[in-house]
């Protein structure tokens, strides 16, 4: 009847009201918790940096770390020029609790080719920048590091053999010959550095003051050979 449908339909308005407020309920903790996973290795990552700092993290010993070109040198291969470079990379305490608290660093190499002028400031006449990024996996305890210009990533049981992998370049194409003026000279310069630009304004503001964070290579200058 029509009063027995009435009393049916307010009991399914109320039954629906119940599970529309418990379903905006749980989205609403969803939300939360999604909000919340972006900014959790920032959090780490702060916890991390300041723990090192006041010396109680489990690795007391404060290393400040540093990156060096060690050599680096070109090579024709079949019009391009390549390089070949070994470099010094050594993480300071503070990037590396940072890496074992699940925040992945981003390495850079930037060289530069230079046309030498006789009378004239030398110009810049090429750069390349290759990316790399470092993380560290705790339920496999293992190193990733990863190309981002390619893409391609390796794996490895140690920070050291990561560290050796990215210190050693070889056969790298930087510039075609072809792009060059035939009678003009050139230097080439390579470097590398931590790029911090990635992280949150707060992490940026802590690492500008920190100086374990500053890790970047003098540049290594030589003359190409053409």
């Excluded at 307010?10 to 629906?16: D, E, K, V």
């Excluded at 090429?126 to 990533?153: C, H, T």
């Excluded at 510039?175 to 992490?203: C, E, K, V």
Aim: glycine share 6%; net charge positive.
């Amino acid at each position: 009847d029509i009063a027995g449908n009435s009393r049916s339909g307010r009991l399914l308005l109320r039954c629906l009201t119940k599970k529309e407020g418990f379903l905006k309920t749980i989205m609403s903790r969803y939300s939360l918790i999604e909000a919340w996973q972006p900014s959790r290795r920032l959090w780490i990552a702060m916890l991390a940096v300041l723990l090192v700092g006041t010396g109680l993290a489990q690795d007391t010993v404060d290393r400040a770390g540093y990156f060096e070109v060690r050599s680096a040198s070109t090579q024709v291969v079949n019009g391009v020029h390549t390089l070949d470079a070994r470099l010094q990379l050594v993480l300071s305490s503070e990037a590396l609790a940072a890496l074992e608290s699940g925040v992945t660093l981003k390495i850079e190499m930037q060289m530069q080719v230079i046309r030498v002028k006789r009378f004239l400031v030398d110009s810049v006449e090429a750069e390349l920048i290759k990316e790399y990024e470092l993380e560290f996996r705790p339920l496999s305890q293992r190193y990733i590091v990863k190309n981002v210009n390619s893409g391609d990533q390796d794996s490895f049981a140690t920070l050291y053999s990561a560290l050796n992998s990215l210190g050693r370049v070889q056969g790298m194409p930087v510039i075609d010959d072809a792009l060059l003026q035939p009678d003009r000279s050139y230097r080439l310069r390579l470097r590398a550095m931590l790029n911090t630009q990635q992280y949150p304004a707060p992490l940026r503001l802590i690492f500008f003051w920190r100086g374990q964070w500053q890790l970047q290579s003098e540049w290594y200058e030589w003359f190409l050979e053409r």
